[in-house]
């Protein structure tokens, strides 16, 4: 009779005078917080319905500690995948000032080259606010119109490259202006930000430029992270303070010095752009991104309390994402052994004891073909679960010799499969050995006794997310 070899399927998760003495301590701690208040601080909260990886804090069941404090009232974090970390009320629609010119740029470097020559006109040099001191007359390029545009988040540059390019989008329009932000609406869309509306190439929301506009934080990260696929965004937002060349109506030439608002351009590690936004309505705001060893998170807080607080915002939730993501290593076992193969031999973790079902009672070690294999992975998240799925075989094995996978989950999603391969040599029963097991299991079916050894799982998925110190929000 032939001997059928057997497939295992296997999960493993893991898993009055103390009136008193207390108003007393109470008084104390409030004058401690009195003394240590900022400003800059004042306001920053953790909330319910703050949600991290796409459920709500609450949800998670998570402690204070364990969450981003932060104080402005619309925030959106993602990395350059579309992995979302954290979210409060991103989808709510509200004005986002000069970050509007994030969608200006994109507009204009795909629709004219960086030599198309850019003319101020008197409107663009008379609308205030921000503004990069161009002057009615002056011509540069689009290059360095886009640096007056995005370092000191020229309003004098936006109009003029919404002029000029809105006149090369369509020659024929009346309203080179309209054509440029019917353009802007139009990307948008195309972007999927399914909650904006733009109505001028600069942001402003108040007297003669009070319009109809509006996004939200989630938008403003897809468009921050659509602009800096583009190289020449992201070299003009990375550059922090810079000197332009503009030529005046007079035919001379300067070099024009501009500074940059974003206050973590060389100051905080990582930082490269993007935006920086401030009217009444729209509070302060910041588009901010951050490259860490490539990789690129975009931190989005809109309807901040202080110009400076929008930055603290921002590098909390950096700091945050970087503090939890960790380097997960798949192989996790209190026993290890030496592998041979071909003459060369390597300390390997045991991850199993597989079952030959060759034999009544023979097991062989096993070891992932990689043993060394991690991944970035984001703690907050969950824990890990792993599911095997090897074979017990009946012929020789080999060390190496594949027996199957193992998958990981994180949250029921997926992050990793790996082969599962022997750690050593088992022979199967020769022929006269063979015949002796089925006699031996044919006598041990009346008893009921064990017919083949049993595979143990020995690989351990470690606690990554500790909840046994919960706090109460």
Sequence with gaps: MPLNSSKIKLRVSSGNSQRALSALV???????????????????????TDRIMGETVEGRGLSVAQCPSIDAQYAYVMDEDGTVYFERDAQTQTQIASITKIMTAIVALENAELDTPIT????????????????????????????????PSGNDAAIAIGDAVGALIDPSSNNPQQTFVDAMNAKAKELGMKNTLF???????????????????????????????????QKISASGDTTINVTHADGT???????????????????????????????????????????????IVLNSSSEDQRFTDATTLFDWVYEHRINYVFANSDESTTMEIDGASQEVPVVAEVAHAGWID???KATFADPEQSQIIFDLNGNISQTFDIQEPDWDVKAGDKLGTVTFKQRNNEI?????????????????????????????SFSGAQQQAETVILNKTPLINDKSNIMDI
Excluded at 206 to 214: P, V
Excluded at 221 to 228: C, K, L, P, R, V
């Design 253 to 299: 030439a300067e070099a024009v010095e501009i500074e940059s608002t974003d206050k973590l351009i060389g100051v905080y590690e990582g930082a490269c752009g993007i935006k920086t936004g401030f009217t009444a309505l729209a509070g302060e705001c910041f588009a901010g991104a951050s490259n860490r060893d490539g990789f690129y998170l975009f931190a």
């Design 120 to 151: 101020v006109s008197e409107e663009a040099a008379q609308v205030g606010e921000s503004s990069a001191e161009l002057k009615a007359g002056d011509t540069l390029t689009l290059e360095n119109a886009l640096y007056a545009l995005l370092i």
């Design 199 to 233: 109505a001028n190439t600069h942001g402003l929301d108040f007297d003669t430029y009070a319009a109809e506009m509006y996004s939200s934080a989630e938008d403003v990260a897809i468009m921050a992270q659509y602009a800096m696929e583009n190289e020449t965004f």
């Design 362 to 364: 023979s097991t062989f």
């Design 416 to 444: 990793a499969t790996l082969d599962v391969v022997a750690a050593e040599d088992c022979r199967a029963p020769n022929l006269f050995e063979g015949i002796g097991v089925w006699w031996d299991r044919f006598f041990r």
């Design 26 to 48: 109470l008084c104390f701690f409030l004058a401690i917080s009195f003394l240590c208040w900022s400003p800059d601080s004042a306001f920053a909260e953790v909330r319910k």
